[in-house]
């Protein structure tokens, strides 16, 4: 399993990202997928995740309202639109997927199996 993820780039504070995580290797019907990212100088935290029936979707606190999670079954694609960014958001951004199908804690780190490389995202102020 390997997953790709994309779309990182500088953008002005206010301006918008969407990220994209490719997966290779696997279809992942009915497996929940998660958003990470990690900021310099900090761990690594819980974004936004899309549970394993698309029922649900989650985000932390501090991107509620601005990003929106969804998937593309087509594509085996993962995808975070991100609006109205400030520069807190700047991180690396990872995409991750468990090992198994079913409801998983989305926000726990450990429930995921595997990982993107990552993508940088940089808001300037």
């Known amino acids: 399993v390997q997953l790709q993820a994309s779309g990182g780039g500088l953008v002005q504070a206010g301006g918008s990202l969407r990220l994209s995580c490719a997966a290779f290797?696997?279809?992942?019907?009915?497996?929940?997928l998660g958003w990470f990212r990690q900021a310099p100088g900090k761990e690594r935290e819980f974004v936004s995740a899309i549970s394993w029936n698309d029922i649900n979707t989650y985000y932390a606190d501090s991107v509620k309202g601005r990003f929106t999670v969804s998937r593309d079954y087509a594509n085996n694609t993962l995808y975070l639109q991100m609006n109205n960014l400030r520069p807190e958001d700047t991180a690396v951004y990872y995409c991750?997927?468990?090992?198994?199908?079913?409801?998983?804690?989305?926000?726990?780190?450990?429930?995921?199996?595997?990982w993107g490389q990552g993508t940088l995202v940089t808001v300037s102020s």
């Open positions: 290797g696997r279809t992942f019907f009915h497996y929940a």
């Open positions: 991750a997927v468990p090992n198994r199908g079913g409801p998983i804690r989305v926000e726990i780190q450990s429930a995921y199996d595997y």
